[in-house]
């Protein structure tokens, strides 16, 4: 089993769709939970933080779901701007410190 | 205020050669992690240094793969007699906190992408 599982996708959305993107964790010691997205294989960058308490920042919500291991990603209102690789990000502290475990990602494209 | 600086955006290099790649972490940041993507996969840990120490390196092959931040100056990772399966991106992140601190995120910079002719 994969440390980090996310579906591929591709997920094809109408401009101005909600999209929700899943993930599972299989380490239960994972300490911190991130989403990056990925624009044509160019570097990573950091979408936000995921707390346990659920957290948003504008059109994009975020879920963690310790005991079931599963974090979410919630995209209102979407652009074309939007269309992307989004990734799963798992920090634990297992095996020494502070490496980052991601998913294979998922792609979306927003369409007109 | 300059971010992660990776060094050179694009390397090719012929089969047996050695390939170095360069990391210079923001400012202000100790802590530099390297990982790898290859063609059609996700990222993949490789090493996590602080200045002068290895932290974690349980993502570096055995082989021909090796890693260091120095003192002074940027974070080399240096392939050696390079083959073929060694073509992909190598991204480095930086981040300020040390391990234990929890949701501080890493910072990565644009890559290098290594090319084995």
């Known amino acids: 089993r994969k440390e980090v599982e996310q579906d591929p996708g591709p997920f094809n959305v109408p401009e101005g769709a909600t999209v929700a993107f899943n993930c599972t964790y299989s380490n239960s010691a994972s300490q911190s939970f991130f989403w990056y997205r990925q624009d044509c294989r160019k570097e990573p960058k950091l979408l936000m933080s995921?707390?346990?308490s659920g957290n948003e920042d504008g059109r994009f919500t975020a879920q963690l779901n310790r005991a079931s291991q599963y974090i979410s990603l919630l995209i209102r209102d979407s652009k074309l701007s939007d269309s992307a690789t989004y990734l799963c990000?798992?920090?634990?502290?297992?095996?020494?410190?502070?490496?980052?475990?991601f998913g294979t990602g998922t792609q979306l494209k927003v369409e007109l | 205020n300059a971010g992660v600086m990776q060094n050179p955006r694009h390397l090719v290099r012929r089969r047996g050669q050695e390939a170095r790649l360069r990391c210079s972490p923001m400012?202000?940041?100790?802590?530099v992690y390297w990982y790898r993507q290859l063609p059609e996969e996700g990222l993949k840990f490789m090493v996590y240094l602080q200045k002068e120490n290895i932290i974690d390196e349980s993502g570096m092959p055995k082989e021909r793969f090796s890693a260091e931040f120095p003192k002074e100056g940027p974070s080399i990772l240096r392939i050696q007699q390079v083959v073929r399966g060694d073509s992909a991106a190598y991204f480095c992140?930086?981040?300020?906190?040390?391990?234990?601190?929890?949701?501080?995120?890493?910072?990565f910079g644009d890559g290098t992408r290594l090319s084995i002719l």
């Open positions: 400012k202000g940041h100790s802590h």
């Open positions: 990000v798992v920090k634990g502290f297992t095996g020494g410190g502070n490496k980052l475990t």
């Open positions: 992140a930086s981040s300020p906190a040390p391990a234990g601190s929890g949701n501080q995120p890493q910072h």
């Open positions: 995921v707390y346990s």
